[in-house]
């Protein structure tokens, strides 16, 4: 017996690392793949590796570190935490967690529309909440549907249509949050603006609204609104721009919308009546409440409120913005009319000394929030309009927004700044001193 073997009977019993008759022959110290070393031979391995795993060939198990998701005897077994499942070499991770395995937290930082925040995940609104359109809980609502505001509990009750107005004969009629028995009652101010000029009546994120302004024949020192050029976002986040004249015609991106026509794409719907009437809804800003404008193209007869003299047959634009009320979220939009959107005023009888004629004036106390300036305006109630009617007005201000001459003080202005701070350079431009404008269609 070699190497060490001893004789026993008819046989040699070899020690450990040798085999054979006489225990000649060493024992394999490796073997090639499939196989691996048992008493002292290579046998077939039984175990197969799946998933990218590689099989070592002397132990017969399999080493997983390349599939990298998987592990376990054959990399069979899903490595992904936290509820993620394994999808091809990676992990396909829940709402609230990121990393190879899902091993990280993380918070997406909004939901869908009908999603709320919970968890480090996004869970549904309850469908208990009907006319919901964004909520904080499963049983609170932020943002209700156009018609519908949030009640206190949470829910969404129904709301009086909100008409914010611009009317050319040039006043304009803003919706405030008043005490119930004046709920009815709008702020009116004049705005002559400039001859030629153009002027921001609304702007928010997704939409701007701009106003030309025109002089009266034969009246150089009025001027009325001859044309609306409206810029905005749509769904599929493309630039629209509509320009609608003192005729009422309109276009789409530079392509005329005929009488009688309805163009509508991604959320932005345009509505042509004829030659006196268009429509236009845009979609609201971040899955928001929808705006919508009309325009109504009039011949009318308008007075002079300083000597009472009449304007025959001006050809005018009364153009009404409208959306659903959403109240005490001030600071969202400006402009002409969006500046006053939503504002909260606190309305007292005006018992000081008068400057002027004596009328029923009120004092405004308007809260703009955000930490701006609470404006404190003189008005005087149910005054009479540039068409020799009476409106459910508080008729603040000068010609042009400013502070009233008739009192000495409260007398801040109607608007904030001054009439230049107002102009835009263009028909579409969206930029000007306060512009609320980040659409992706950003202009001069």
């Known amino acids: 017996c070699l190497n060490g073997g001893i004789c026993s009977g008819s046989t040699c019993t070899c020690p450990t690392g040798y085999k054979g008759t006489l225990c000649e022959t060493p024992c394999p110290t490796s073997c090639p793949s499939g196989y691996y070393v048992n008493n002292c ?198 630039c629209v721009d509509i320009s609608i004249d003192v005729e009422c015609s309109v276009s789409v991106n530079g392509v005329p919308v005929e009488p009688n026509q309805v163009r509508s794409k991604n959320g932005v719907k345009v509505t042509r009546y004829g030659g006196a009437e268009v429509r236009v809804t845009v979609p609201g800003c971040g899955g ?8 109504d193209c009039q011949s009318g007869t308008l007075f002079d409120r300083n000597d009472g003299g009449r304007f025959a047959a001006v050809r005018t634009m009364r153009v009404a913005v409208r959306r659903g009320l959403v109240e005490g979220s001030g600071g969202g939009s400006h402009g002409l009319l969006g500046q006053f959107w939503n504002i909260r005023a606190d309305i007292q009888k005006y018992s000081g000394v008068y400057a002027g004629p004596r009328y029923d004036y009120y004092v405004l106390s308007l809260d703009f929030g955000n930490g701006k300036k609470q404006r404190n305006i003189m008005a005087v109630l149910n005054s009479f309009t540039w068409g020799r009617k009476r409106a459910p007005c508080l008729y603040a201000g000068n010609s042009n927004g400013g502070s009233i001459v008739e009192v000495n003080t409260p007398n801040d202005p109607v608007i904030e700044g001054q009439l230049e701070d107002y102009i835009v350079s263009g028909k579409f431009s969206t930029r000007w001193k306060y512009s609320m404008f980040t659409g992706s269609c950003r202009s001069a």
């Open 41 to 238: 031979n290579c046998v077939p391995c039984l175990q197969s590796c799946l998933n990218g795993g590689v099989l070592r060939n002397d132990t017969c198990t399999c080493d997983c570190t390349q599939s990298i998701v998987y592990g376990g005897t054959s990399c069979t077994a899903c490595l992904c935490l936290n509820g993620g499942a394994c999808s091809g070499s990676t992990c396909t991770c829940p709402t609230g967690y990121k990393g190879t395995l899902c091993e990280t937290p993380s918070c997406p930082s909004s939901c869908a529309p009908t999603q709320y925040l919970s968890a480090c995940r996004c869970a549904n609104c309850s469908a208990s909440i009907p006319n919901c359109l964004r909520c904080c809980s499963a049983s609170s609502c932020t943002v209700c549907a156009v018609g519908y505001i949030v009640s206190d509990c949470g829910g969404c009750e129904i709301a009086n249509e909100v008409d914010d107005t611009v009317v050319a004969d040039p006043l304009i009629n803003v919706h405030l949050v008043l005490p119930p028995e004046l709920a009815k009652t709008s702020l009116c101010y004049e705005f002559h603006g400039l001859s030629n000029k153009y002027f921001n009546l609304l702007s928010n994120n997704c939409t701007s609204i701009n106003a030309h302004y025109a002089a009266v024949p034969d009246h150089p020192s009025v001027n009325v609104v001859d044309e609306i050029a409206i810029r905005t976002t749509d769904l599929a986040n493309q």
């Open 288 to 295: 928001g409440q929808s705006l919508g404008v009309q325009v």
